[in-house]
């Protein structure tokens, strides 16, 4: 009965007491739906609009900058790569028509300004130079016998002079004799005629080397221009040698012996050897700043990781808005790719201190830098 009694108080005792809180495990909260989530926590979806906000704006300002610097950069320094390298292509054509006889050159050759190029055939040219100079030849001598009519002419006129003065001399003597009486007439009548007789014979004399000397002055002249188409026909010889008319390479060799070579058609091109340059299309709104005499940089796509130093040479003053088969304006595509470009002018450039060891091509591309 007394134990009983003791386990009736003890759970007495229980039911009393409050429950312990274990310190390591804390009682879970009780899940009511009802109860609302606390303010500072933010639901998943606003964070990740937040997050997406803040993208936008960083590209956005991003993007913003880069215009802002690409704009600001054209008041420090303008590049395109729209550039590439040139020289003088000089076509050498003959000036005479025939026959080509040689070619002394091969594609792709280097020559010295004077090398001998190809040969005409000079055969038709020296006929006719030989023909020439033989009637040159015939007309030198027909001067010789005019000058020496010319002397005999003026032998007789010479003599017709001296006759004239005897006989004149002689009528001034014989007149005041005469009028004394102590010559006759008659006799003074004779001496006037051969006086008469002799100024006829001067003035025949006088006519004679007058003519002489027309004869000599027209034969002269049909020397002269003997001796002018000589010189033609000799020039005409000396351009059957097509010589080269500056340093440089041969390139797109076609000429072959026997080809006819016509007047002034170009037979061979040749690349100038001291005529490098670069052009460089910049757009419209950058070569206010340039001047010439300005320092640029020039990157050659065939010596690339290599910047070269070059100067302004150059800025067009203008530049042609249609494309024209003969023209004296350039011409500069303003679009690719169906993409309408601004307006570009064309900026020569030319390298300084160049290297032996750099080789330019003509029409090979470039780069450039131009520092204002």
Request: charged share 20%.
């Amino acid at each position: 009965m007394a134990e009983q009694d003791t386990i009736i108080a003890l759970s007495a005792e229980a039911r009393t007491r409050p429950p312990s809180i274990d310190p390591v495990s804390p009682a879970p909260l009780p899940k009511d739906a009802d109860t609302p989530a606390p303010a500072s926590v933010a639901p998943p979806q606003q964070a990740e609009a937040t997050g997406y906000r803040r993208r936008v704006l960083l590209v956005l300002s991003a993007v913003l900058i880069a215009l802002l610097a690409y704009w600001a950069s054209s008041y420090f320094f303008a590049y395109t790569n729209d550039a590439y390298v040139t020289s003088d292509f000089v076509s050498v054509a003959p000036y005479v028509s025939g026959r080509i006889a040689s070619v002394n050159v091969v594609d792709n050759q280097t020559v010295k300004e004077g090398d001998l190029l190809a040969t005409i055939d000079p055969t038709p040219f020296q006929l006719a130079l030989n023909e020439k100079q033989a009637k040159k030849t015939e007309a030198e001598a027909q001067l010789a016998v005019d000058r020496d009519t010319i002397t005999a002419a003026q032998a007789q006129r010479d003599d017709a002079a001296a006759k004239l003065r005897l006989a004149s001399d002689n009528v001034r003597r014989a007149t005041p004799i005469t009028t004394a009486g102590f010559y006759s007439r008659q006799g003074l009548d004779t001496l006037t005629a051969k006086e008469q007789e002799a100024k006829a014979t001067l003035a025949d004399g006088e006519a004679a080397i007058a003519k002489a000397q027309q004869t000599l002055t027209l034969h002269q002249a049909t020397v002269a221009a003997i001796d002018t188409e000589i010189a033609y026909l000799q020039w005409q010889l000396d351009q059957t040698k097509l010589l080269a008319p500056a340093d440089g390479t041969i390139t797109q060799l076609t000429l072959r012996v026997g080809d006819q070579a016509k007047e002034n058609a170009p037979l061979i091109g040749l690349i100038d050897a001291h005529a490098w340059r670069i052009y460089a299309n910049y757009k419209e709104g950058v070569i206010r700043h340039m001047q010439v005499g300005d320092t640029a940089w020039v990157w050659l796509d065939m010596y690339p990781w290599h910047v070269h130093r070059s100067t302004i040479q150059g800025i067009a003053r203008g530049i042609s808005r249609e494309q024209r088969e003969r023209k004296l304006l350039p011409y500069v595509e303003p679009t690719t790719d169906w993409i309408r470009l601004e307006r570009r002018f064309p900026v020569t450039l030319v390298l300084q201190d160049q290297s032996p060891d750099v080789v330019l091509h003509m029409g090979s591309d470039a780069r450039a830098f131009i520092f204002y």
